[in-house]
């Protein structure tokens, strides 16, 4: 199991878009929260500052990250907190024995602080990555393939769990199983993802067995897809879940 960061173990989206909206406002490139959002969502601050500078045609000044790095320092600090249900999640993949780990396109400052923040900084304790770590961050499939090889697993084995579209794209591209996890992105957003799902509650019974998901909280391209139908379609494709991921 691979998850993601932002959005997925810690609900930091929203911060993450605060930040950025009034870093880039401050340096006269003025975007709301939400316009943050939609364009940075699971991108690098490589890429984000790429994307502003192309769309602007004025460069960022040099220091760009490290504002952006120490405002969004200070809303994890006060604000940020586990995603709802994320902690049952991961309790439940500690007590079944199923490895499990996070590659991020954060710097490793946020994260680690993030994860302290949150308390959950044991859960990941030595299995984590971060923007720093490898060469090109997502879309590119490079930390997923980090995270599967220092996991010592392949990655046709491994199940990932994301929330934006670079993220998705990025697992695709590593040869990884996807569920898309929608609770604030878009579902259309993640129509790559094998599965799409809106309640982290919802995790557990669709890795791990049981007859306990809804039916209306997993949807994908066609409708809405009963449980059951997601655990087989995972469980077929990687050979069961007793691999590390």
Same mark, same amino acid.
Do not use: K, W
């Given at each position: 199991?691979?998850?993601?960061? /932002?959005?997925?173990?810690?609900?930091?989206?929203?911060? !993450?878009?605060?930040?950025? #909206?009034?870093?880039?406002?401050?340096? =006269?490139?003025p975007m709301t929260p939400a316009e943050c959002d939609s364009a940075f969502?699971?991108?690098?601050?490589?890429?984000?500052?790429?994307?502003?500078?192309?769309?602007?045609?004025?460069?960022?000044?040099? /220091?760009?990250?490290?504002?952006?790095?120490?405002?969004? !320092?200070?809303?994890?600090? #006060?604000?940020?907190?586990?995603?709802? =249900?994320?902690?049952?999640?991961?309790?439940?993949?500690?007590?079944a024995g199923q490895p499990y780990c996070m590659a991020s396109s954060s710097r490793r400052q946020v994260i680690s602080l993030a994860l302290r923040t949150t308390g959950l900084a044991e859960h990941f304790a030595g299995r984590w990555w971060g923007a720093e770590d490898v060469a090109a961050a997502k879309p590119a499939p490079d930390l997923f393939l980090l995270a599967a090889s220092s996991m010592g697993t392949r990655p046709m084995d491994c199940v990932v769990v994301e929330d934006s579209a670079a993220g998705v794209?990025?697992?695709?591209?590593?040869?990884?199983?996807?569920?898309?996890?929608?609770?604030?992105?878009?579902?259309e957003e993640l129509h790559l993802a094998d599965q799409i799902f809106t309640d982290m509650d919802q995790l557990p019974a669709l890795l791990?067995?049981?007859?306990?998901?809804?039916?209306?909280?997993?949807?994908d391209q066609g409708g809405q897809v009963p449980g059951h139908a997601v655990r087989r379609r995972v469980h077929g494709e990687v050979g069961g879940l007793g691999h590390p991921g």
């Open positions: 199991m691979i998850f993601d960061n /932002d959005g997925v173990v810690v609900d930091s989206e929203p911060l !993450a878009s605060v930040a950025t #909206s009034q870093v880039l406002t401050a340096l =006269g490139h969502r699971g991108i690098s601050l490589p890429t984000t500052r790429r994307i502003v500078e192309q769309g602007s045609g004025r460069p960022l000044p040099p /220091d760009f990250e490290d504002r952006y790095v120490a405002r969004v !320092a200070e809303l994890i600090a #006060s604000e940020l907190r586990p995603v709802p =249900g994320v902690v049952a999640v991961l309790d439940l993949l500690d007590a794209q990025a697992a695709r591209s590593a040869n990884m199983t996807v569920l898309g996890f929608a609770a604030r992105t878009p579902p791990l067995g049981g007859e306990s998901a809804p039916a209306q909280v997993v949807v």
